[in-house]
């Protein structure tokens, strides 16, 4: 009957189980008021022959229970979880409380994938989560990240919500709108055995909007009198954000038992009927209190206990009294008495007091402790906040605020965090407090993209630092090294201190405590740096590298605190050292679950490969790092300021691409990414080098240098000394020499000598230049730096060509075409291309046949851990896909490269790139 109206919507959903049954997954979130048929959608499709389905319907006030969802919708498959690999099992057990561990939400992510993925090896799997606005975040959470990631596999993901909700970004959403005027008409004949005069059935459908819940409840409500335009219909109909009221008036109607009954049943959230009964017990109703609810249709008692609609239930709860819901949570508190329970007993217990209870607050506390170490961080922030809310104002309660503000942060609600700030009273805090309060809050704007959010945070970190100092000196040097890390982002648009100011801090704690472990080392390596310049630190710059490279050194460590090294070794041109940090700290933070951290390593990743211009790895990379960034839901800022423009620069193939490198900048400079903006300065350089565009590339370069007032973007040197030779400055290119000399010396690195070499070579008049384009050439190939290896290149063969030694210039001008290429930089690949065939020469292979050219970034990335000898299972768990899907793609890999088995896969892909 509800199903009137909802072929379109019924033949989608039915496509999507049907593709299931072919091997391939399907999503779909179905958006839509309440009332609006999504249930009954959801109903029609678990109604489907050969398919398993599991469901699960959020609960509003359980959204503060972690994984509390998820729980409930695999308690029927609990057995199929044993045969998860224990790694995986354990994440999940730990998750839903039947198991004490450290949380590891991506494990719980790929445990569900896994489970699921099982199941479907037996019968296709329908997952329907209804409202799911209600859900709580960690389930919701873990469901979107599965349903982000399959694609062959005989597995349906359906989410129901009254309204979008941020953990489902990025998910293909159905409309569910009112039903159209004909068939709205239809169904209210259904529902209504009188005859309805037309006049009051296109008034009753205008005013629900074709909302079939609210047609189907007005329908019965209306009496023969009214639906016949006898008597007048109520003005304004109980409709659309008064179908509440409409309920409550139900409600209202019941026997005072009843209703007593129905509130206890909606203020348990887990709608656990065992409790319902011994709390109405408790208040003396007798067993059959519930009756007229049942009769009214308002619960539905035969399997479990069932509201009608969420909104019965939010009538219910809604319309009662303050005293009357507080005397609710008493009772249930009271009947609340199994031992796995004590979340729910601590809940109902802070729901029934009316002011400060330190037994319920210290409660509260204990729960946010075990949330936390089930992963659940978000309930765990609940709980926490609910504590303070019953502490009395003072230092405790400040306190207490603050650690909820902390763990918010962690749960990523930097909102939530800043209201939680707000509420704090200065006076109830210590100095030290005080300026937790500053960092965290800067974390806070950090985490939200706010503006000058990357400028400003190091000055709150060196704050934290000096009112730390004194008591607590660890605690002081972890905000220092925050600060350094801040630095490394804000760069020059670093607000309210300065590097130097940052240094003296940092030098000063340690001439206190001493350099003692592997935090100091890192830490007074980037304060020399930052002190002495880059030359004399050396020394101190590497033990950086060591440190951090030391199996010693703890994970946690690394994870949180590489991009100083990271930072130091670029500057190094240390490219192997600088790789195996970024390398570890990817590891570390796959292993932890840090998504944010994850997240960024893989960006420094990319970064790096970029710059040695390995663009196919980096283009694997970038889509691991987008399906992270995907799953901790990046705002549209923070995606603008991650795209890459050193990739898209060398790429030089994106439709509009100034325009999208110009909207980097912009996004960059709003945040106060320094270090951002300057990468969308280089990444425009290099685009412009690529076109011969040196005015261009001289500009961005030039203030690039200009705003680098500690040296770490000493890499764009070489790139400024050429653009300052090919547009006649020749003052500006041998002073940027000088300073590249000074450094790469100072380092003593292959990469940095080969590019010194190739700097010395243009500022080199006549035929002396050539021994130094030669010295860079056989140096740069001891390197992995293949785009550094390319542009010499091309550029000592312009100057062969210059000098009409075509024979000589069409040698390393066809290197560079070919270089290019496989690279697929596909302006410089023209700009050598068009130089080579002004030799006489043309290519020895067409643009375009490598590997990186026919297969996809995931193809790419997928064939490149396959040549490497990672099983399915291993690629699956590094791109957070399941078996199925790698082999599906594995599949279309073979299919492009003409192969037709693994064993043959790395000789192909080491072809196909030799080819281009």
Same mark, same amino acid.
């Given at each position: 009957?509800?199903?009137?109206?909802?072929?379109?919507? =019924?033949?989608?959903?039915? @496509?999507?189980?049907?593709?299931?049954?072919?091997?391939?997954?399907?999503?779909?979130?179905?958006?839509?008021?309440?009332?609006?048929?999504?249930?009954?959608?959801?109903?029609?499709?678990?109604?489907? $022959?050969?398919?398993?389905?599991?469901?699960?319907?959020?609960?509003?006030?359980?959204?503060?229970?972690?994984?509390?969802?998820?729980?409930?919708?695999?308690?029927?498959?609990?057995?199929?979880?044993?045969?998860?690999?224990?790694?995986?099992?354990?994440?999940?057990?730990?998750?839903?409380?039947?198991?004490?561990?450290?949380?590891?939400?991506?494990?719980?992510?790929?445990?569900?994938?896994?489970?699921?993925?099982? &199941?479907?090896?037996?019968?296709?799997?329908?997952?329907?989560?209804?409202?799911?606005?209600?859900?709580?975040?960690?389930?919701?959470?873990?469901?979107?990240?599965?349903?982000?990631?399959?694609?062959?596999?005989?597995?349906?993901?359906?989410?129901?919500?009254?309204?979008?909700?941020?953990?489902?970004?990025?998910?293909?959403?159905?409309?569910?709108?009112?039903?159209?005027?004909?068939?709205?008409?239809?169904?209210?004949?259904?529902?209504?055995?009188?005859?309805?005069?037309?006049?009051?059935? #296109?008034?009753?459908?205008?005013?629900?909007?074709?909302?079939?819940?609210?047609?189907?409840?007005?329908?019965?409500?209306?009496?023969?009198?009214?639906?016949?335009?006898?008597?007048?219909?109520?003005?304004?109909?109980?409709?659309?954000?008064?179908?509440?009221?409409?309920?409550?008036?139900?409600?209202? @109607?019941?026997?005072?038992?009843?209703?007593?009954?129905?509130?206890?049943?909606?203020?348990?959230?887990?709608?656990?009927?065992?409790?319902?009964?011994?709390?109405?017990?408790?208040?003396?109703?007798?067993?059959?209190?519930?009756?007229?609810?049942?009769?009214?249709?308002?619960?539905?008692?035969?399997?479990?206990?069932?509201?009608?609609?969420?909104?019965?239930?939010?009538?219910?709860?809604?319309?009662?009294?303050?005293?009357?819901?507080?005397?609710?949570?008493?009772?249930?508190?009271?009947?609340?008495?199994?031992?796995?329970?004590?979340?729910?007993?601590?809940?109902?217990?802070?729901?029934?007091?009316?002011?400060?209870?330190?037994?319920?607050?210290?409660?509260?506390?204990?729960?946010?402790?075990?949330?936390?170490?089930?992963?659940?961080?978000?309930?765990?922030?609940?709980?926490?906040?609910?504590?303070?809310?019953?502490?009395?104002?003072?230092?405790?309660?400040?306190?207490?605020?603050?650690?909820?503000?902390?763990?918010?942060?962690?749960?990523?609600?930097?909102?939530?965090?800043?209201?939680?700030?707000?509420?704090?009273?200065?006076?109830?805090?210590?100095?030290?407090?005080?300026?937790?309060?500053?960092?965290?809050?800067?974390?806070?704007?950090?985490?939200?993209?706010?503006?000058?959010?990357?400028?400003?945070?190091?000055?709150?970190?060196?704050?934290?630092?000096?009112?730390?100092?004194?008591?607590?000196?660890? =605690?002081?040097?972890?905000?220092?090294?925050?600060?350094?890390?801040?630095?490394?982002?804000?760069?020059?648009?670093?607000?309210?201190?300065?590097?130097?100011?940052?240094?003296?801090?940092?030098?000063?704690?340690?001439?206190?405590?001493?350099?003692?472990?592997?935090?100091?080392?890192?830490?007074?390596?980037?304060?020399?740096?930052?002190?002495?310049?880059?030359?004399?630190?050396?020394?101190?710059?590497?033990?950086?590298?060591?440190?951090?490279?030391?199996?010693?050194?703890?994970?946690?460590?690394?994870?949180?605190?590489?991009?100083?090294?990271?930072?130091?070794?670029?500057?190094?041109?240390?490219?192997?050292?600088?790789?195996?940090?970024?390398?570890?700290?990817?590891?570390?933070?796959?292993?932890?679950?840090?998504?944010?951290?994850?997240?960024?390593?893989?960006?420094?990743?990319?970064?790096?490969?970029?710059?040695?211009?390995?663009?196919?790895?980096?283009?694997?990379?970038?889509? $691991?790092?987008?399906?992270?960034?995907?799953?901790?839901?990046?705002?549209?800022?923070?995606?603008?300021?991650?795209?890459?423009?050193?990739?898209?620069?060398?790429?030089?193939?994106?439709?509009?691409?100034?325009? #999208?490198?110009? #909207?980097?900048?912009?996004?960059?400079?709003?945040?106060?990414?320094?270090? &951002?903006?300057?990468?969308?300065?280089?990444?425009?350089?290099?685009?412009?080098?690529?076109?011969?565009?040196?005015?261009?590339?001289?500009?961005?370069?030039?203030?690039?240098?200009?705003?680098?007032?500690?040296?770490?973007?000493?890499?764009?040197?070489?790139?400024?000394?050429?653009?300052?030779?090919?547009?006649?400055?020749? $003052?500006? @290119?041998?002073?940027?020499?000088?300073?590249?000399?000074?450094?790469?010396?100072?380092?003593?690195?292959?990469?940095?000598?080969?590019?010194?070499?190739?700097?010395?070579?243009?500022?080199?008049?006549?035929?002396?230049?050539?021994?130094?384009?030669? $010295?860079?050439?056989?140096?740069? @190939?001891?390197?992995?730096?293949?785009?550094?290896?390319?542009?010499?290149?091309?550029?000592?063969?312009?100057?062969?060509?210059?000098?009409?030694?075509?024979?000589?210039?069409?040698?390393?001008?066809?290197?560079?075409?070919?270089?290019?290429?496989?690279?697929?930089?596909?302006?410089?690949?023209?700009?050598?291309?068009?130089?080579?065939?002004?030799?006489?020469?043309?290519?020895?292979?067409?643009?375009?046949?490598?590997?990186?050219?026919?297969? #996809?970034?995931?193809?790419?990335?997928?064939?490149?851990?396959?040549?490497?000898?990672?099983?399915?299972?291993?690629?699956?768990?590094?791109?957070?896909?399941?078996?199925?899907?790698?082999?599906?793609?594995?599949?279309?890999?073979?299919?492009?490269?003409?192969?037709?088995?693994?064993?043959?896969?790395?000789?192909?892909?080491?072809?196909?790139?030799?080819?281009?």
């Amino acid at each position: 009957m509800l199903l009137t109206g909802r072929a379109d919507e =019924r033949r989608a959903l039915e @496509a999507l189980v049907e593709r299931a049954r072919n091997g391939l997954a399907g999503v779909a979130v179905l958006l839509g008021e309440a009332g609006i048929g999504k249930t009954v959608l959801l109903d029609d499709a678990a109604s489907a $022959e050969d398919v398993r389905v599991l469901r699960v319907t959020g609960v509003e006030a359980e959204a503060r229970f972690p994984y509390a969802a998820l729980h409930r919708l695999l308690v029927p498959v609990f057995s199929d979880a044993e045969s998860l690999p224990p790694r995986l099992r354990t994440a999940l057990f730990v998750a839903i409380g039947l198991a004490e561990g450290p949380a590891d939400p991506v494990a719980v992510g790929l445990a569900v994938l896994s489970l699921l993925d099982r &199941m479907a090896d037996r019968a296709p799997v329908l997952a329907c989560v209804d409202d799911a606005q209600w859900v709580d975040i960690d389930s919701l959470a873990t469901l979107a990240f599965v349903a982000r990631r399959v694609h062959a596999e005989r597995i349906v993901l359906l989410f129901a919500s009254r309204a979008e909700v941020p953990e489902l970004a990025g998910l293909p959403v159905t409309e569910i709108a009112g039903l159209p005027e004909a068939d709205a008409l239809a169904l209210l004949g259904e529902v209504v055995a009188d005859p309805v005069d037309p006049q009051v059935a #296109t008034r009753i459908v205008a005013a629900t909007g074709g909302n079939p819940l609210a047609l189907t409840d007005l329908g019965r409500e209306l009496s023969a009198a009214q639906l016949a335009g006898g008597l007048l219909t109520p003005d304004p109909l109980p409709i659309g954000g008064r179908l509440e009221r409409h309920y409550r008036a139900q409600v209202d @109607a019941l026997p005072e038992a009843s209703r007593v009954w129905l509130l206890l049943a909606a203020a348990e959230p887990s709608g656990d009927l065992g409790y319902v009964t011994a709390a109405a017990t408790g208040l003396g109703l007798g067993p059959d209190a519930s009756g007229p609810a049942e009769s009214a249709r308002l619960i539905d008692l035969r399997d479990g206990l069932r509201f009608r609609h969420p909104l019965v239930r939010s009538a219910v709860y809604g319309g009662a009294t303050s005293v009357e819901r507080r005397a609710a949570h008493t009772a249930l508190a009271g009947a609340t008495d199994r031992p796995d329970d004590a979340d729910r007993l601590a809940w109902h217990r802070a729901a029934s007091v009316t002011g400060p209870d330190e037994d319920v607050a210290a409660g509260l506390e204990r729960s946010a402790e075990a949330a936390a170490r089930r992963g659940g961080v978000a309930a765990s922030a609940a709980f926490l906040a609910r504590a303070a809310d019953v502490t009395p104002a003072g230092p405790r309660r400040a306190r207490r605020l603050l650690v909820a503000a902390e763990s918010a942060l962690v749960a990523g609600t930097p909102i939530r965090v800043e209201t939680l700030l707000d509420a704090v009273a200065p006076t109830d805090l210590s100095p030290v407090d005080l300026a937790r309060v500053g960092a965290v809050r800067g974390a806070a704007r950090h985490a939200r993209g706010l503006e000058n959010a990357f400028a400003e945070r190091a000055r709150l970190e060196l704050a934290a630092a000096r009112a730390y100092r004194t008591e607590e000196p660890e =605690r002081a040097r972890d905000a220092l090294l925050e600060a350094f890390e801040s630095l490394t982002s804000a760069d020059h648009l670093m607000a309210g201190t300065t590097p130097r100011e940052l240094a003296a801090e940092a030098l000063g704690l340690l001439a206190e405590t001493g350099v003692r472990g592997p935090a100091d080392v890192l830490l007074e390596g980037f304060a020399r740096f930052l002190t002495d310049g880059i030359e004399r630190a050396v020394p101190f710059l590497r033990r950086v590298g060591d440190v951090l490279l030391d199996p010693a050194t703890p994970d946690a460590l690394v994870r949180s605190r590489y991009t100083c090294g990271v930072t130091i070794h670029n500057m190094l041109w240390e490219e192997r050292i600088q790789s195996a940090i970024i390398r570890r700290a990817i590891e570390a933070s796959r292993a932890a679950g840090a998504l944010w951290e994850l997240n960024s390593a893989l960006f420094c990743e990319l970064m790096h490969e970029t710059n040695l211009g390995d663009l196919a790895n980096a283009d694997a990379v970038r889509l $691991e790092s987008h399906q992270v960034r995907a799953s901790i839901q990046a705002t549209d800022e923070m995606w603008d300021l991650y795209l890459v423009p050193e990739l898209l620069g060398w790429h030089a193939d994106l439709p509009d691409l100034d325009q #999208t490198l110009g #909207t980097s900048l912009a996004s960059a400079t709003w945040l106060g990414s320094g270090a &951002m903006v300057s990468s969308a300065r280089i990444g425009t350089a290099v685009l412009a080098l690529g076109r011969g565009d040196h005015e261009t590339a001289y500009t961005e370069t030039a203030g690039v240098i200009a705003d680098d007032t500690t040296g770490m973007h000493t890499r764009v040197l070489p790139l400024l000394v050429e653009s300052a030779v090919r547009t006649g400055r020749t $003052e500006e @290119a041998e002073r940027a020499f000088a300073t590249q000399e000074s450094r790469a010396k100072a380092a003593g690195s292959t990469w940095g000598l080969g590019l010194l070499a190739r700097s010395r070579a243009l500022l080199t008049p006549d035929d002396a230049a050539e021994e130094h384009y030669r $010295e860079a050439l056989s140096v740069l @190939a001891g390197t992995r730096a293949v785009s550094d290896l390319a542009r010499t290149h091309l550029l000592y063969g312009q100057w062969l060509r210059r000098r009409l030694r075509r024979r000589d210039a069409r040698e390393h001008l066809s290197a560079a075409v070919g270089l290019f290429e496989g690279m697929r930089a596909t302006a410089f690949a023209a700009r050598a291309a068009h130089e080579l065939a002004s030799t006489g020469g043309r290519r020895t292979a067409p643009r375009g046949t490598g590997a990186a050219y026919l297969l #996809t970034p995931q193809e790419l990335a997928i064939a490149g851990l396959a040549a490497g000898g990672a099983t399915n299972a291993e690629i699956g768990a590094r791109l957070f896909l399941t078996a199925h899907t790698v082999a599906y793609h594995l599949r279309k890999v073979f299919q492009k490269l003409g192969v037709s088995s693994r064993r043959r896969l790395a000789e192909s892909l080491a072809s196909h790139d030799s080819e281009s």
